[in-house]
């Protein structure tokens, strides 16, 4: 059984920063497509970052050059480093994974496996 638990949500002020950590059990990390998602009040669910088995990652336009997505196989985890934070960053964030290795960037919908998510809160 496949289970993704995230950690590291809270609130903070914006131009903080968080880590959120997204532990996997039941699933390899490295395998497939893995991402984080996030779902604000009166918004669509909304990708994050997403990165490949081989390295590959893609940011949304929104978090580029602020978010770090990042995977560790040791410790069979999914990372986000969250930088210079906006109120508009706050949401809960979820982590997915699918086994599939090809196009990663699509709804997490379309992830085989979805966590609980986390909640994250950017005051202004």
Known sequence: QVQLVESGGGSVQAGGSL???C??????????????FRLAPG???EGVAVIASYGSTTYSDSVK??????QDNAKNTLSLQMNSLKPEDTAIYYCAADPRQTG????SLLYKYR????QVTVSS
């Open 115 to 118: 966590g609980q998510g986390t």
């Open 104 to 107: 990663c960037w699509r709804s």
């Open 65 to 70: 050059g602020r978010f770090t997505i990042s």
């Open 23 to 36: 532990a996997a059990s039941g699933y390899t990390v490295s395998t497939g497509c893995m991402g984080w």
């Open 43 to 45: 918004k669509e669910r």
């Open 19 to 21: 880590r959120l950590s």
